[in-house]
């Protein structure tokens, strides 16, 4: 399987602001639907975000106005911008793809997946 590579996690003050990568050398990303999920200590992971091929987004309401997901396909990374952080969007991140059957539309049930990148908002 290939394997997802996420990065800009970190600590950061409620109110504040993030960018979250998720690239890959292996796959061609703008070929596949990406969806951002998260996990919180003691919670299920839910998905937050997933962005189409065509770069058509969908969030979760509890993000929706404070996040957003975007492509650059030249440099073959999906970004998730983080604003308005509050203590309740701590954990680690997620992205993830369905590569076995190459899947170019959201929902997705992702079969390939990264390491993940935590975020953590406290003052």
């Known amino acids: 399987q290939p394997q997802l590579v996420e990065s800009g996690g970190g600590l950061v003050q409620p109110g504040g602001s993030l960018r979250l990568s998720c690239t890959t050398s292996?796959?061609?990303?703008?070929?596949?639907?990406i969806t951002w999920f998260r996990q919180a200590p003691g919670k299920e992971r839910e998905g937050v975000s997933c962005i189409s091929g065509d770069g058509s987004a969908n969030y979760v309401e509890s993000v929706k106005d404070r996040f957003t997901v975007s492509r650059d396909n030249g440099k073959n990374t999906v970004y998730l911008q983080l604003s308005r952080l509050k203590p309740d969007d701590t954990g680690i991140y997620s992205c993830?793809?369905?590569?076995?059957?190459?899947?170019?539309?959201?929902?997705?049930?992702?079969?390939?997946w990264g390491q993940g990148t935590q975020v953590t908002v406290s003052a």
């Open positions: 292996e796959l061609a990303l703008f070929n596949y639907a």
């Open positions: 993830a793809a369905k590569t076995e059957i190459r899947t170019t539309w959201c929902p997705i049930q992702p079969d390939t």
